[in-house]
């Protein structure tokens, strides 16, 4: 009976224990802190114990060899010595007399005595302290003469914290400043502090000073020490000596300036309280009066040790350091009491920013049982201790980069020996140093954590979450627009680690803790990509896999930069700490006996083969036994080695024939589980699969597979015990429990669809539903929306069942899916939704034609979900609802999306010519009159270099213009090398920064025939053959020479070198170290560069001549591609020469050009008849196919995140984003899928671009019709009343046949009234017919010529006057019964009007009237007598506005007014750069403003004023584009209009309540209140750079676009209300 409670007992305290060993995981940060490592809570808070630690014995000696090398006293000049990660304040030491930086402050020649950089640093309250020391030369013993004075110390102090790097610059110059001197230290404190108010950046920077016995009134016992000096003969009095006597000029004249400034800032003293021993007395070195100033604003208080020791100290216990350091936090609190608020709340907001940018839910948080003391064998290893500590040798942070920053511990050892555990100890060991780490644990089943992609971005992240400079320069790449393709591991180390991370200056030691690296199907890249790296700091890396085979080879092309240790865990480290392991849980069994334990315990270990695993097995068992002969017979059945252990297990579990099928529906999902499943979802998932409920499932796991599932402690997440079972499990031992992976995939797939079609997830009906609460959402949900085509992906493609549950997905809840990603901001997984369902797509072509219905619904809605994506993904993050009804009403009539979703009767309607399918080409842009030669794509830029020598970037995202690059010669190559571009002229090459600032220029002899960068240069090939590398910093030639020609033909000759032949085409590797050169005669060779060496010949059997050659830009795949004159292609291996694959394309078709994506999967090429082919580049296997017939010349270029095509032509460029790119990159597994591939060719969609036809759109004031001028001189008008709009009608063509650029109609419905200009000065003026769609008469009423530039069409409200304003002249002209007459005109010389703009203006007690508003002023005038203008009276009202720094007013696209508010709505068009937008501004024109009336004039002038606009800077932040008022048609105001329609910055159509503007005019700002959203306008909606063409409000309020040339008009869209705050333009609520 005592067995059994001590066995219930075991049970209970080995909880813990039993969920430990090599796979357990804690998840819990707290319990992290508590049992993670082998120190108990009160030792966690002991500084003197983790100092001991930290700061290990070879840390010391290293630091005395140090001090013998250096001398103890430490450097000169201001040395950084601890940097903060996240820096808010700077404290800076400063020594005394003979003195040191490092000596004053160390007690002792114990380096970790140095409290300032050992100490401080593990204190809590320091974490956002950089810390420093200043030294200089107060040695008096020295025998060098010294004439410098505390004047001279002062001043090259303040000079060093000037120049500092660490100190200046625009972050670091607002940190605050707190200074600590030491004696004659403080001196110079208060010299350097009084010459700092004179300089601007360091005005108010010192925020607070400690003085340590500083001799503020002097001392007498330098007076003594001087009179020594001299009677010693040796040894010269000091100036600095004399300064520092009782009464001396230099300290009363530093007092009297000190004491200006001093009460501005928090002053502490500290007096010595014992006096220094001088041999045979002891005296007081600085008198208590002296040590204190006497300030209101000091605080004095004394220290119990002598004037030697009153700055150093025996340990961390020291009641002296205690206070001090007390001190110091008291000030740093005082200084930073606002700074750390704001600080974090800028640091979250970033953080949240930058989860969605990398793609990461939350920082990751495993940590792993271990025994206390065990894993200790690590830190006594001197190579590892070098590995961790090395960079601190110096002691000073600032010296710490050498030429292998770069340092690799790489463990390893066999499966279960501990090596998951050993990073743990590893990663929290470095945590409790306040080191900076990031951690990533690889898990065998895991998609995502097998992911290099999401290794690499995992590690961003947790680098971004612990350092600052780090955040920022993320935070930066995020604003720049930067993308990538989230599983594209080598576009995101190229942007995120090369370009960004790397290239920081940090002052701290960053550490990578990688586990069980050789679970990454992609490892051998991710040492590629470290390979040649040298970061700007130390950066350590900390690796642990199983033996790989090509261990040797990964180090040794890794030392020439980095520092490697390859070391395996020694068996009898593992031993000892199996043996702890073994003895932490012994006492748990049922064995009172203390001998028999220890002989249990050596026969555990002696069988163990030093495996964790099988330990821990072992015990496991051991603990369900209660007498000593079963205790005895599981230990002589249970086998040595994991395999037959995990046979036997399979046997004891397969004789549970009740709940057998439980047990392998467990083993199942735990097995193919993409991500770990928490308990409630594997209780959900298993009542889906096999319908059995679980009243208990955490009892059932462990119950049923407890010898293979661990279930977490605090998380309840379920895994394996370890990664060998999980390979035991997938193979022919386990028996009826083997796992088919294909097979166990497909039915967790239709498991998750089974959740996903279920009636919960049906999208709402009617937009009403959108607001009602959902129920909580099952605990399988969030595991079935984001993974099951990750299932889809690997499970066998032969089954119709998953077929057709995936066809039922997409015809029912696919809406609520998306809806639901959208708010987790987790759109990647849509994007990979895509990549899966085209990978099963390609399998399943074995079994079933493409023309199957359920197949071709599959394949629409892969690239719909693509496509929503890229062309909706904004709308989606901000209003995640906005799926159901607002988003496939605008996707094309063909898609998947709009058939099913997009025609409901009550939605949202678009209607008008609209494309069929999703255009591949997704933008175009006119070069005008220039000629394009070259093209090349950066990381947010294309650059396209032009015949006329100018560069022009445009930005990949919105194609816009950016800034030009001029240069005198015409460009022949482009290239971006990091935030540099590099150009090559007929004469010159260049290096230039994006704003056109020349880094370094340098003539040519030659043309260039290629031009690419490494790392560190600049490299070309030219004409005559030189291979020439600059330099990229100094712009120095490092190389010029030239490759001997061979030929391929006669190789065996010796004689055959031709070293003058030069060659016709040429590509540098990716690397920089091999070079393709290809020459007539069709020889192409490969070269050496480093070497110079050849290595062979990339020979074709037909000696065909290459055209082009193209290197794979990814370093692991080693593939040149030779496109040859007849057209056909080769792929050969660069290290052999020898030929891979090859295709030859049909006779007479030219490849002109060819391009690869960053990730080296991709080739694109463009042909002489126009088609543009995008092929897998190892298999050249063609994928996409479009027709494009454009001029003969065309550049490609793939954009750097490998989603779009550049195609260059001679005067346009076009960007193709076929879906066909978005690829599975192969990095996970679906071999265990017997599908093969077969990968189809999909034809492209492309609607040629037509011609800007509409060239002006006008909506009628009152009547629902739309009016268009087109670029032919033809007038169309269509009605838009309810139901779909009728077609165009013409209603006439100018004469010219030129160009439409204004139309005005009148309001008046009896006058009905259209005129129009054109290019060529002419007004024509029609009558219409009451149905307002064809004219009165045969000809125009009138035809008005005018000599100059038309601006603007205006009728008056009555339609009897037409104001016509021309670039000289405004002209009003009365129309009668059809005649026209010249009432009036206004002249004006050019330079006299700038931007001006005619509108109606309604005062509420008068004649409406013709307003003129003119360079920031208003006039108003009588419509009856505007040629009675008298030119004494001007206008003085003026609207004020301001448009920002370097932005540059260009017209005005709007004014008008709202007459029943009075509120006037302006409109500025601007360019900055080279962009062009709009910014509105709304003022209000209150009630009470008087009119002052010139009866003999006919002048109208508001009374003088100046009005500022309602809440500026708020609606310019949120409005693009004005569109009218509600309640009113055009922009023409009616009374009772309600809310201002505008297009918001973010792409939505979006209202705001008139009422609200006002009432916010005087107080408040508007960006406290609301507006309202509608829809989402894709951006080809929207004109670029232009006003004419701008959407148009109908009176019904209905909007018409222009969309490349067609008309088309958006109904119902004000029915849709998103209520917003324009704080976050986030929907805050639907109806």
Known sequence: MSALRRGTEARRVSDAARNGGDASRVNNQASVATISESISSDDKGNISLRVSRHFSTAWVKRRHTNDDQEGAHGPLGLRLIHSSPEPLVDLIFVHGLKGGSIKTWRKGNDPRSFWPQCWL???????????????YDSDWTSSKANVLNVHDFGQRFLEEMRNSPSLRGPVNEERPIILVGHSMGGLVIKKAFILSRDIPEFHNRIRSIFFLATPHRGSDFAAILNKILTISGVLSPRQYITDLTTGSTSIQLINAEFGKYAHEIPIFSFYEALKTSLGVSSVFIVEKDSAILGYKNERATYLGANHRDICKFDSVEDPNYITVRNALLSAMNDVLHDVTTNKRAQAKEQLRQLRTFLGMAEKPDEQFWKVDGSCQWINTRDDFQEWRDGHRAEGHSEHIINEKSLAIFWIHANPGTGKSVLASHVSSQLQEFNLECASHYFHVGDTKSRSLGVLLRSIAYQMALSNATIRDRLFILFEEGATFDMDDSRTIWTKLYKKCIL???????????????????????????LRGERPNFPLRIFITSRHVHDMQRIQRSLEPTASVECVEIPREASLDDIKLYIQSRIDTLPIDNIDEREELAKQILHKSGACFLWVRLVLDKLENVYSNESIMKVLEEIPEGMVPLYERTMQVMAENTLEKHIARAVLLWTVVSTRKLAVSELSQALKLDINTVLPSAKSAVEGLCGQLVAIQKDSNLIELIHPTAREFLLSEPAGEFMVSSPGAHERVALTCLQLLNGNDLRPPRNPRFLSQTRPPPPPFLDYAVTQFTEHIYIASA?????????????????????????????????????????????????????LNNQVKIIDSWATDLSRLVTQFGEALIQNPSSIHFLLPPLCPLGSAIYQQFGKRPDGLSAVGQRPTAWDDCVAYV?????????????????????????????????????TVLPHKNPVDLVHFSDRHIAICTTRAIMLQ?????????????????????????????????HFLKWDKVTGELVDDYTFEYRNHETAEVEHNRLASRPPLVASVSPEADTIALGYRGGTVSLWDIQSQEFVGFAQDEESRRAAKLLFNPNPNISLLLVIYTNHGLSLYDTWTGSLNNSYNMPDAVGLFSASCTPDGQTLVTADSQGHIHIWDFESLTVLYHVFSPFPSFRL?????????????????????????????????????????????????????????????LRGHPLLPFVYAGMFNGQMLGFGTKAGAPSSPTSLYRHATEAIITEIAVSSDTTMRLIASADVTGLVVIHGLVPSMLNTSQQGPLAEIHTDAQIKQLCFSPRGKHLLISTSSSDLVYQIVEGHCSLVGSLAFQQHERVMWRWFIYYPSAHEPMFALFCDGTLQCFNIKHFTDISSGHAPVIKLHYDLGEGIVARGIDEIIVEPSTQTLVLQVRHVQKFVTSSTTFLYYLEKDTALASSPGNGINIITATILDPISSISLSAICAHFLGFTGSGGTTASKGAKSLVFIHRNSWLSSIDLSTILSTSSSSDIADTEYTQHMYVPKDYLSEGGSETRPVKTLDDDFVFCVHGELIVVKGALKFHDAVSAKKSTPRKST
């Open 121 to 135: 640093p593990l204190e809590p309250g320091f974490e956002n302290a950089n810390i420093h020391t200043f030294g």
């Open 503 to 529: 290239s920081a200056r940090l002052f701290t030691p960053q550490y990578w803790v990688i586990d069980a690296i050789d679970e990454c199907s992609k490892y051998k890249e991710f040492f590629t990509m």
């Open 798 to 850: 032969s089954s119709d069942k998953l077929l057709m549950a995936i066809d039922r997905f997409f015809k029912t809840n696919v809406l609520s899916w998306i809806e639901i990603l959208a708010r987790k901001g987790d759109l990647h997984c849509i994007i990979r939704a895509s990549k899966n369902l085209r990978a099963y797509l390609d399998r399943r072509m074995k079994y079933l034609s493409p």
């Open 926 to 962: 006119s070069f005008g009159d220039n000629i394009a030669v070259s093209v090349s794509c950066g990381d947010n830029l294309i650059a396209v270099g032009m015949e006329s020598g100018d560069v022009h970037l445009y930005n990949h995202r919105s194609c816009q213009k950016e």
């Open 993 to 1025: 920064d994006f704003d056109g600032n020349i880094v370094w220029e340098h003539r040519l002899r030659f043309r260039c025939l290629t031009l690419t960068s490494s790392d560190n240069h600049i490299v070309a090939v030219s004409f005559h053959g």
């Open 1196 to 1256: 490609l270029n793939f954009t750097s995140d490998g989603s779009s095509v550049v195609d260059v032509m001679d005067s346009s460029m076009r960007i193709w984003s076929p879906a066909v790119l978005v690829r599975k990159n192969m990095e996970e597994d679906a071999s265990t899928s017997g599908d093969a591939i077969q990968l189809a060719v999909t034809e492209g969609e492309y609607e040629a671009r037509k011609n800007a036809e509409v060239t002006v």
